[in-house]
């Protein structure tokens, strides 16, 4: 008889109904003293940071390849430069083959022929007094000529 009155009666929560979640799952907060604090985040200082970052990253980047576009540019021009004095070289008269890694002399005769030789300046004696020494070359593997040294007074490209 004890059951059926207490099944009965109608049950009377002694909380608050003002201080009850109906759905505490949905709460922006906590809803029990061991529970997981939870914080709204910035959603613009979060996508700040994120654009700084990567930003930096982005930069740091794009500079490194400039960085490699310029080594690449740089040795493009060699090459370049190489193969205009060797275009040069190769308008003279050579009455000998040239072998790689060896240097050579450039010369302009007193009727204003281009000539190669194997001799230095110094080595002439009394017989070079006719010829203007141009330049001292070394033929590299890939037939282009490098410039060792220079007569101040000559360039290749006048």
Do not use: C
């Not at 061991?34 to 613009?44: L, M, N, R, S, Y």
């Not at 009455?95 to 005769?109: A, G, Q, V």
Request: neutral net charge; aromatic residues 8%.
């Amino acid at each position: 008889m004890k059951q059926a009155k207490q099944s009965n009666e109608e049950f009377i929560n002694p909380i608050d109904p003002d201080k009850i979640a109906v759905n505490p799952h949905l709460l922006p907060y906590a809803h029990t003293v061991g529970g997981a604090v939870i914080k709204p985040e910035d959603t613009g200082k979060l996508k700040g940071r994120a654009l700084s970052a990567m930003n930096q990253q982005t930069d740091m980047q794009l500079s490194q390849i400039y960085e490699q576009m310029q080594l690449l540019a740089a040795q493009a021009q060699k090459i370049q430069v190489r193969k205009s004095i060797s275009d040069y070289i190769y308008q003279t008269e050579l009455r000998f083959e040239p072998l790689i890694n060896h240097t050579y002399h450039l010369y302009r005769k007193a009727d204003q022929k281009l000539m190669l030789s194997l001799i230095g300046p110094q080595s002439w004696g009394k017989s070079g007094a006719t010829l203007t020494y141009l330049a001292s070359v070394k033929l590299l593997a890939d037939h282009t000529w490098e410039v060792l040294e220079q007569n101040p007074d000559f360039d290749f490209n006048g």
